[in-house]
């Protein structure tokens, strides 16, 4: 495999499963140092452990992306132990689906401090290395849900604010060599879309058949197939792709 991130240092957001471990052991396969923060302990543990095993650097850390505190003392302790921040992966995230006349102020705030305040906790942090630097790619993690989704007015809401942060921040931004994009994935196979096929009262495999019955190239998504697409952002290469959406759906979006 080619090793287009050797020297640079990726940070990424709930990197212990799902999406985010795959962009995690992506960039460490070529060639990034890897700082993962999620509050899910045991899954953080394991993922340091695969990944250290399979002699890769990696830091990983228990904190909550919607403290900015927590937040900024592990970017700190990145840069200390691996010399810079070059890359920052915005991925982490929750649901709690429910049609909005069931919806809590618990289940909307929740959803909006993960995605939104965590995006930018996260991002204010990463820029400053950045810019004294002159170079960055902070990559986000919106969605396919962006353009709404039955069940999920606070996480539509939190996804479609994602991608004006993102073109927000890429004008900012820009000048100083950064580039800040997004990948909207569609129907993705992780412990997030397990719990979709829960509430809904299905099972897993239920829902991948159903899911991929829409899906033009005849499959569901893996965290890899975002993996990619990342990289393709977080490239040194990709230096005149700026505020741009990807969406990774196996087909068209509209």
Excluded: C
């Amino acid at each position: 495999m080619t090793q287009r991130f050797t020297g640079k240092v990726a940070f990424i957001t709930g990197g212990s499963r799902g999406i985010g471990q795959g962009v995690a052991k992506k960039l460490a396969a070529e060639g990034a140092k890897v700082a993962i923060i999620d509050i899910n302990e045991e899954a953080l543990h394991e993922t340091e452990k695969e990944l250290k095993d399979q002699g890769y650097e990696i830091l990983a850390k228990q904190a909550d992306v919607a403290d900015a505190q927590q937040v900024e003392a592990v970017m700190e302790e990145t840069v200390e132990k691996f010399g810079s921040l070059d890359i920052l992966v915005n991925n982490a995230g929750i649901i709690r689906d429910n049609l909005l006349f069931k919806m809590t102020d618990n289940d909307w705030q929740q959803v909006m401090d993960v995605h939104l305040k965590g995006a930018f906790y996260a991002s204010r942090a990463a820029q400053k290395y950045m810019v004294d630097q002159k170079y960055g790619r902070i990559i986000n993690v919106s969605s396919t849900s962006a353009l709404g989704n039955r069940g999920q007015a606070n996480y539509a809401t939190a996804k479609a604010g994602i991608q004006g942060f993102t073109k927000t921040l890429a004008i900012e931004l820009g000048k100083f060599g950064i580039t800040v994009n997004a990948v909207a994935p569609g129907f993705i196979e992780t412990e997030m879309t397990k719990e979709t096929a829960r509430r809904v009262g299905i099972t897993f495999d239920e829902l991948v058949e159903m899911s991929v019955s829409q899906i033009p190239v005849g499959r569901s998504g893996k965290p890899s197939d975002i993996a990619n697409a990342v990289a393709f952002f977080a490239d040194e290469a990709s230096s005149f792709v700026n505020g741009q959406v990807i969406y990774v759906a196996g087909g068209p979006t509209v």
